[in-house]
């Protein structure tokens, strides 16, 4: 009898060792997409915007067909 308890013990402290595990790499997994996936994007965008807005000043430059 004591033999089954230890052994359910055992078994309970590795599922849960092995759930603390997932749920770490859940949180690196949320942390790697904040870092790069949504910073990145977000910095890709802020870039864009800025090439947006130097082709709207040399669309509108007066001196634009002695700049081609």
């Known amino acids: 009898m004591n033999q089954v308890v230890n052994a359910k013990q055992t078994t309970l402290t ?13 949180q ?13 994007r977000k910095a890709l965008y802020e870039l ?9 000043q040399l669309e509108h430059a007066l001196d634009r067909e002695e700049l081609s």
């Open 48 to 56: 864009i915007g800025k090439i947006y807005g130097l082709a709207e």
């Open 28 to 40: 690196e997994h949320e942390d790697f997409q904040m870092t790069y996936i949504v910073a990145g």
């Open 14 to 26: 590795v599922t849960k060792t092995i759930l603390k595990q997932a749920e770490e790499l859940a």
